[in-house]
Structure formats: C-alpha cells, structure tokens
C-alpha cells in the first residue's frame, strides 16, 4: 500500500510537471496531434532547417564562405610558418575559428571526432582535420608532441629536413572551443573542465612548448549559478595559474544563431513568443566570424598588454536590444507585421520546484539533470548578455545585418530551430491555465493515465525527454 501510495504522489508529481512545461517540448508534444490537425497547409511549406554534414552534400547548404572577410591582409600573413590547433572545431565558433587561422596562413590543424564527416564541411577547407579523443589525456599529449616534433602528417609538408630531423613545427596557438552540448553536471565537468584542461597540460608540456592559449568562455561565467559555469571558472583558474603558456579568456556576450531560432516560425505565420513583456533582458550578441578574428587577434604580440593574461568581455556594436526589439527586427526583415504571444517568467519557477521536489524524493541523476536544464532555461530568460562599456564592443556587423542576410539565404545550419510555432499556436488558441487545470485534474484523480503514457513509446524516458525539450527551446 505504501509503495502504491508513493507511486501514486510520484505520477501525480509527474502530471503537474509535465503540464506546467506548457513552454516546453513535453507539452508541446502533448498536444501536437490535436494542433497538427488544425495546422492549415501552408504552415508546412517551410521546415526547419537542421545541419546534418554526414548526409547532405556542400552544395545543398548556405553558403557564407564567399562573404567571409579578414582582418589579415593577404600579403602580411601573420601565422606562416606557424601552427594552430583549434579544438571544438566543428562548433559554430570553432568553424570560424578555423577559417580565420587559414586566412592568417597558419598550419592549422582542426580536432576532429569523426574526419569523415567534417570533410563535408566546407568551412573547413585548408585546415588538417585531425581525429582526437579530447577527453583521452594520453591522446592528446602525444598528438601534441607529434605536432611540435614536426612528425605529424599535417606539419610534415611545411616543415623542412634538417640534419635528417623536421624543424620544430612552432604550435603558436591553441584554440579551445570546447563546450558541452546541453550543459548537464556530466558533461560540462568532461568537457568544459577536463577536456579543456587535457588541452592546457599537453600545450604546457616542455617537449611541446606551446605559445598561447586562446580560450573560448561565456559572459554568463560572471554569474556562476550554473555547473556549466562553475566548471568553465574551475579551468579558467587553472588556466591563470600555470605560467607556461601566455592567454586569453574570450567571454563573449551571445551569438547570433542563439537569438535566430524563431524566424521558421514566424515564416509560417505564427506569434513571435516572448517571456515577461519582452523587455525582461538585453543582450548585444557578436558574429561568429568577428569573434574569431578578435580571438585571434589577441594571440599577437601587439595585443599582450590589453589581451594577455585577461578576461575580456565581447560582444557586437549593436545597442541594448530587447527580446521584443529582436523579434521586431526579424518581422521587419521578412518583411511581416510583428506579433507577439506573451509568457510569464514565473513559469520557470513553478517548474523548477516541481523538479526539485521529484528530483529529492527519487533521487535519480536523470532527474538532476533535467532540473539543471530547467535551471539553464531560466538563466537564460531573465538574465542579460549585455557589454556596455565600448571597448567591449568589437566588429561592424548588426543583428538587423543578420536576420536580412539569413531572411533572403535561409538559416545558419547551427542554429537552433526553437520550437515555438505549437507554443504560438496554444498560446493564441487558450490561455495556458484553461489548459493545464482542467487536464492537471484529470490525471491527478487518474495517474494510472499517465504512467501509461510515461512507459509507452516514444514517451518512455520523461526525464530525457525533457532535457532535450528543455534544451532545445531555450538554450543555444
């Protein structure tokens, strides 16, 4: 009877959550049968688009590498001679990175997990695509003194034979944009910590001698609420420790593909959705191939006395913009009227307590890891990305430069199609509380309703369901 009892307030635990995640994918799921069906055919005319580099072909994908410019000159090619390893190369900034370190001439090496895949990737073109394990320290030390030894295929062609040895390859920089994918306590400690720092220890290792370290961090580390945050501060103090190596913490404010991903939605008519009165937090977000020129830039030794040793904000030139002020621009550059759907921030704290009330009484690290992601969410949606100060505004291109650019070519293969359209057309059709109470009710009175649902497929994890969900319409 206890046992039953327990299950009993665990699925009715369980209905509350998941009707209170009206914003997010688990409802969205919910009721996607009954919203599909009052779908007119017009709004599958546009599919969101998603980057999958194993099966398309270059051709089918946007192409911005004609429209990618350097600070560099052509004749004054700064990395000759020199070798680079970017890693997180695949990444929206890694890419970039990459591009940048070949245009300055640099021996640049990608790291890569899978080559045959990144092959595809134009953006990568001119770099040695590497495959490394960075979460193996044993790997990744001896690539890099393969690399500094000049024994590695990717160096063996520009550096000459002396005396029946190859010249040292000199690895100038290393580039880490390493970041975990959906910011769980799991990943972000092997992967923003200790990849990262396998990274550091190899480029530090005498036989290797690497010059500078350029790390790529976040603007919101300088509130750590969050594991994500609290690993990339653990290996920026590392990082500030060692002496080894000159560096530069690269904390950007946000980037264009993280406040892009409701133009599919709004292309096929629907709301743009806002949370409080749209005016909850600012941001100045930096394109991604600005950010690596100034990542790269602060590698120079012209740039040690502002850029080494520091922790430098960026964003973009842009003023504050608001959420609403965004989706004002992106209306504007589709050349629509705006129209907004509103949502209560509040929303994040009912959910979070829920989760946590679960999260305590059945300890399970499913169920932490979806309470963090509804953490991130929240952060997200209440905090600001925002770089007052002018020396922390770089480059020349706007957000409005953007979202004319991806309304005419389409959008960033990285950027994270939110999925907004079903909340827009719940939001538009009935309040959110007509929704959840009456079917709130009906499955606290009859929790066995849920558990079917909760066990059969494709419903069968909640607690993964709502981390992808979660992640997916909130964070980049």
């Known amino acids: 009877m206890r046992e039953a009892s327990q299950n009993r307030i665990y699925f009715a635990g369980v209905a509350i959550l998941v009707l209170s995640q009206a914003l997010c994918s688990s409802v969205v799921l919910a009721f996607a049968p009954i919203l599909a069906a009052a779908r007119k ?4 005319a546009s599919k969101p688009y998603f980057a999958n580099f194993s099966t398309e072909k270059v051709s089918d994908r946007p192409k911005d590498i004609d429209n990618f410019s350097s600070t560099i000159n052509a004749d004054d090619q700064v990395g000759l001679g020199k070798t680079a390893i970017v890693a997180g190369s695949t990444g929206y900034i890694g890419r970039a990175c990459v591009r940048e370190c070949v245009a300055r001439g640099y021996t640049t090496i990608a790291l890569v997990r899978d080559a045959s895949r990144a092959r595809a990737d134009e953006a990568l073109n001119g770099a040695s695509l590497v495959e490394c394990d960075v979460t193996n320290e044993i790997q990744v030390q001896s690539l890099f003194k393969e690399i500094a030894d000049g ?5 063996t062609e520009t550096n000459e034979l002396k005396n029946g040895k190859r010249k040292n390859a000199s690895i100038d920089m290393v580039i880490s944009c390493l970041a975990s994918p959906a910011g769980i306590e799991s990943e972000v400690y092997a992967i923003d910590y200790q990849a990262t720092l396998n ?5 530090r290792d005498p036989s290797v001698s690497a ?12 509130n750590p609420i969050l594991k994500l945050q609290q690993a990339k501060l653990e290996f920026e103090e590392k990082l500030a420790e060692q002496s080894e190596m000159s560096y530069s913490i690269i904390r950007p404010t946000a980037f264009f593909k993280s406040v892009s991903g409701q133009l599919e939605s709004i292309l096929q008519g629907n709301s743009y959705v806002l949370f409080g009165d749209g005016a909850v937090t600012q941001c100045n977000p930096i394109e991604e191939g600005e950010l690596a020129m100034y990542m790269c830039d602060s590698s120079l030794e012209e740039y040690k006395e502002q850029r080494w040793g520091k922790i430098l904000n960026v964003g973009g030139p842009d003023a504050p913009l608001t959420n609403k002020m965004l989706g004002e621009m992106m209306f ?3 050349d629509k009227p705006a129209k907004f759907v509103y949502v209560p921030t509040e929303v994040f704290d009912f959910s ?5 009330f679960i999260a305590k009484n059945w300890p399970s690290q499913k169920w932490d890891d979806v309470l963090e992601t509804s953490k991130i969410g929240k952060y997200y949606a209440v905090e600001d990305m925002l770089t007052t100060d ?22 960033d293969p990285f950027t994270p199609v939110r999925a907004t359209s079903l909340i827009s057309k719940a ?5 959110v509380i007509s929704i959840s109470i009456p079917l709130g009710f009906g499955l606290l009175l009859k929790p066995y309703l849920l558990e079917k649902v909760m066990t059969s497929s494709p419903l069968a994890n909640v607690p993964i369901l709502l981390v992808a969900g979660l992640n997916d319409i909130v964070t980049s």
């Open 41 to 44: 055919s017009s709004d599958l």
């Open 151 to 155: 024994n590695h295929f990717a160096t």
């Open 199 to 203: 990274l550091l220890n190899a480029g």
């Open 211 to 222: 010059r500078h370290f350029v790390l790529l961090s976040a603007f919101c580390c300088r």
């Open 332 to 334: 504007k550059a589709i």
């Open 352 to 356: 979070i307590s829920m989760i946590e």
């Open 390 to 411: 002018d020396k922390e505004k770089f480059g020349s291109i706007g957000m409005m430069d953007h979202f004319e650019k991806i309304a005419a070519e389409g959008q």
């Open 427 to 431: 939001l538009e059709a009935l309040p």
